[in-house]
Protein backbone atom coordinates (compact mmCIF):
# COMPACT_ATOMS: atom_id res chain seq x y z
CA UNK A 1 0.00 0.00 0.00
CA UNK A 2 1.02 3.34 -1.04
CA UNK A 3 1.26 6.36 1.10
CA UNK A 4 -1.73 9.00 1.28
CA UNK A 5 -1.50 11.01 -1.18
CA UNK A 6 -2.74 14.98 0.04
CA UNK A 7 -2.38 18.39 -1.70
CA UNK A 8 -0.48 20.77 -0.20
CA UNK A 9 -2.42 23.95 -1.06
CA UNK A 10 0.33 26.39 -2.22
CA UNK A 11 2.26 27.49 -5.13
CA UNK A 12 5.49 28.42 -3.07
CA UNK A 13 7.82 25.67 -4.23
CA UNK A 14 10.28 26.64 -1.33
CA UNK A 15 7.31 25.58 1.43
CA UNK A 16 6.56 22.52 -0.77
CA UNK A 17 10.19 21.83 -0.23
CA UNK A 18 10.29 22.47 3.18
CA UNK A 19 6.98 20.44 4.54
CA UNK A 20 8.47 17.21 2.00
CA UNK A 21 11.54 17.17 3.86
CA UNK A 22 9.17 17.15 6.97
CA UNK A 23 6.58 14.72 6.47
CA UNK A 24 7.74 13.16 2.60
CA UNK A 25 8.43 10.00 4.14
CA UNK A 26 5.14 9.26 5.60
CA UNK A 27 2.94 11.03 2.81
CA UNK A 28 2.93 11.90 -0.88
CA UNK A 29 2.70 15.63 -1.47
CA UNK A 30 1.51 17.30 -4.18
CA UNK A 31 0.80 21.04 -4.77
CA UNK A 32 -1.17 23.44 -7.09
CA UNK A 33 1.46 24.12 -10.06
CA UNK A 34 0.96 19.83 -9.90
CA UNK A 35 -2.75 20.88 -11.23
CA UNK A 36 -1.88 23.85 -13.00
CA UNK A 37 -3.39 26.27 -10.48
CA UNK A 38 -2.26 28.95 -8.70
CA UNK A 39 -2.82 30.24 -4.87
CA UNK A 40 -6.58 31.72 -4.31
CA UNK A 41 -6.56 35.40 -3.04
CA UNK A 42 -6.06 35.57 0.92
CA UNK A 43 -8.95 37.31 2.15
CA UNK A 44 -9.27 36.10 5.54
CA UNK A 45 -8.83 37.99 8.86
CA UNK A 46 -6.48 35.63 10.26
CA UNK A 47 -3.76 33.01 9.32
CA UNK A 48 -6.48 30.27 10.20
CA UNK A 49 -8.93 31.97 7.76
CA UNK A 50 -6.62 31.93 4.98
CA UNK A 51 -5.34 28.21 5.62
CA UNK A 52 -9.47 27.85 5.46
CA UNK A 53 -9.64 29.35 2.20
CA UNK A 54 -6.58 27.49 0.80
CA UNK A 55 -7.53 24.04 1.64
CA UNK A 56 -11.61 24.45 0.35
CA UNK A 57 -10.07 26.16 -2.69
CA UNK A 58 -7.34 23.26 -3.58
CA UNK A 59 -10.04 20.33 -2.74
CA UNK A 60 -12.94 21.65 -4.84
CA UNK A 61 -10.86 22.33 -7.79
CA UNK A 62 -9.26 18.51 -7.19
CA UNK A 63 -11.22 16.74 -5.12
CA UNK A 64 -7.95 15.74 -3.11
CA UNK A 65 -7.62 15.95 0.48
CA UNK A 66 -5.97 19.17 0.93
CA UNK A 67 -4.16 21.07 3.30
CA UNK A 68 -3.86 24.58 3.39
CA UNK A 69 -1.36 26.37 5.25
CA UNK A 70 -0.78 30.32 6.27
CA UNK A 71 2.73 31.93 8.36
CA UNK A 72 3.19 35.15 9.48
CA UNK A 73 5.50 36.40 11.41
CA UNK A 74 4.18 39.24 14.37
CA UNK A 75 6.35 41.80 16.00
CA UNK A 76 5.31 42.86 19.53
CA UNK A 77 6.56 46.27 18.91
CA UNK A 78 4.15 46.73 16.00
CA UNK A 79 1.33 45.59 17.64
CA UNK A 80 1.73 42.50 16.76
CA UNK A 81 1.89 43.30 13.04
CA UNK A 82 2.76 42.08 10.14
CA UNK A 83 0.90 39.07 11.06
CA UNK A 84 -2.01 38.05 8.44
CA UNK A 85 -0.37 40.63 6.28
CA UNK A 86 3.46 39.69 5.92
CA UNK A 87 3.42 38.19 2.85
CA UNK A 88 2.01 41.48 1.40
CA UNK A 89 3.66 43.84 4.06
CA UNK A 90 5.29 46.02 1.75
CA UNK A 91 3.28 45.02 -1.33
CA UNK A 92 7.14 44.01 -2.79
CA UNK A 93 9.29 40.86 -2.51
CA UNK A 94 10.59 38.95 0.15
CA UNK A 95 13.39 41.39 0.82
CA UNK A 96 11.56 44.74 0.33
CA UNK A 97 9.23 42.91 2.92
CA UNK A 98 11.89 42.39 5.48
CA UNK A 99 13.86 46.12 4.91
CA UNK A 100 10.05 47.58 5.41
CA UNK A 101 10.33 45.66 8.97
CA UNK A 102 13.67 46.48 9.69
CA UNK A 103 12.91 50.13 8.49
CA UNK A 104 9.75 50.59 11.20
CA UNK A 105 12.11 49.11 14.11
CA UNK A 106 15.54 51.44 13.62
CA UNK A 107 16.07 52.47 17.39
CA UNK A 108 13.44 49.93 18.64
CA UNK A 109 14.72 48.14 21.90
CA UNK A 110 11.63 45.64 21.84
CA UNK A 111 12.40 43.05 19.10
CA UNK A 112 10.38 40.40 20.37
CA UNK A 113 8.41 38.23 17.56
CA UNK A 114 7.00 35.08 16.88
CA UNK A 115 5.98 32.88 13.46
CA UNK A 116 3.18 31.41 13.55
CA UNK A 117 1.63 28.77 11.35
CA UNK A 118 -1.53 27.61 10.56
CA UNK A 119 -2.57 24.30 9.16
CA UNK A 120 -6.02 23.53 8.06
CA UNK A 121 -6.93 19.93 6.23
CA UNK A 122 -10.14 19.31 4.44
CA UNK A 123 -11.26 16.22 2.79
CA UNK A 124 -14.62 17.43 1.49
CA UNK A 125 -16.28 16.64 5.15
CA UNK A 126 -14.13 17.71 7.89
CA UNK A 127 -11.74 20.83 8.75
CA UNK A 128 -9.29 20.13 10.85
CA UNK A 129 -7.10 22.80 12.33
CA UNK A 130 -3.47 22.96 13.53
CA UNK A 131 -0.98 25.54 15.02
CA UNK A 132 2.33 26.19 15.61
CA UNK A 133 4.66 28.79 16.98
CA UNK A 134 8.33 29.80 16.91
CA UNK A 135 9.39 32.65 19.65
CA UNK A 136 12.52 34.83 18.60
CA UNK A 137 13.67 38.61 18.17
CA UNK A 138 13.75 40.38 14.80
CA UNK A 139 18.14 41.22 14.06
CA UNK A 140 19.01 44.62 13.41
CA UNK A 141 20.02 43.76 10.11
CA UNK A 142 19.90 40.65 7.36
CA UNK A 143 22.12 37.50 8.46
CA UNK A 144 21.97 34.48 6.03
CA UNK A 145 21.27 33.42 2.61
CA UNK A 146 19.34 30.43 3.25
CA UNK A 147 15.80 30.40 4.11
CA UNK A 148 13.59 32.20 2.38
CA UNK A 149 11.03 35.38 3.78
CA UNK A 150 11.77 36.80 6.86
CA UNK A 151 14.37 33.73 7.64
CA UNK A 152 17.45 36.28 7.66
CA UNK A 153 15.88 38.57 9.88
CA UNK A 154 14.64 36.26 12.81
CA UNK A 155 16.66 34.42 15.58
CA UNK A 156 14.97 32.11 17.08
CA UNK A 157 15.01 32.29 20.70
CA UNK A 158 18.07 30.40 22.63
CA UNK A 159 19.58 30.23 19.59
CA UNK A 160 22.71 32.45 18.03
CA UNK A 161 22.05 32.17 14.42
CA UNK A 162 19.02 33.67 12.31
CA UNK A 163 16.74 30.48 10.14
CA UNK A 164 19.11 31.79 7.19
CA UNK A 165 22.18 30.90 8.71
CA UNK A 166 20.88 27.11 9.88
CA UNK A 167 21.22 24.09 7.53
CA UNK A 168 17.63 23.26 6.48
CA UNK A 169 17.82 20.48 8.42
CA UNK A 170 18.56 22.70 11.50
CA UNK A 171 15.52 25.03 10.85
CA UNK A 172 12.87 22.19 9.89
CA UNK A 173 13.63 20.67 13.61
CA UNK A 174 12.51 23.61 15.30
CA UNK A 175 10.26 25.44 12.64
CA UNK A 176 6.64 26.82 13.39
CA UNK A 177 5.91 25.28 10.31
CA UNK A 178 7.38 21.79 11.78
CA UNK A 179 5.13 22.11 14.93
CA UNK A 180 2.14 22.58 13.56
CA UNK A 181 2.85 19.83 10.96
CA UNK A 182 3.86 17.29 13.84
CA UNK A 183 0.13 17.46 15.38
CA UNK A 184 -1.72 17.14 11.74
CA UNK A 185 0.54 14.11 11.35
CA UNK A 186 -0.22 13.28 14.62
CA UNK A 187 -4.11 13.09 14.55
CA UNK A 188 -3.69 12.56 10.53
CA UNK A 189 -2.26 8.78 10.75
CA UNK A 190 -4.18 7.86 13.63
CA UNK A 191 -7.62 9.29 12.59
CA UNK A 192 -7.60 9.74 8.43
CA UNK A 193 -9.91 7.44 6.57
CA UNK A 194 -7.87 7.29 4.11
Not at 44 to 72: C, H, Q, W
Not at 79 to 91: K, L
Not at 118 to 142: H, M, N
Not at 152 to 165: E, M, S, V, Y
Amino acid sequence: MGKPAILLATSNPHKLREVKEMVGRCLELFYLPDFSLSSPEETGGSLEENARIKAVYAFERTGMPSLGEDTGIFVRALGWAPGVYSARFSGGDDRENREKLLYLLRGERDRYAEFRTALVFYDGEEFRTFTGKLPGYITAQEMGDGGFGYDPIFLPLGHDRTLAQMKPEEKNAISHRKRALMEFLKWFLKESRL
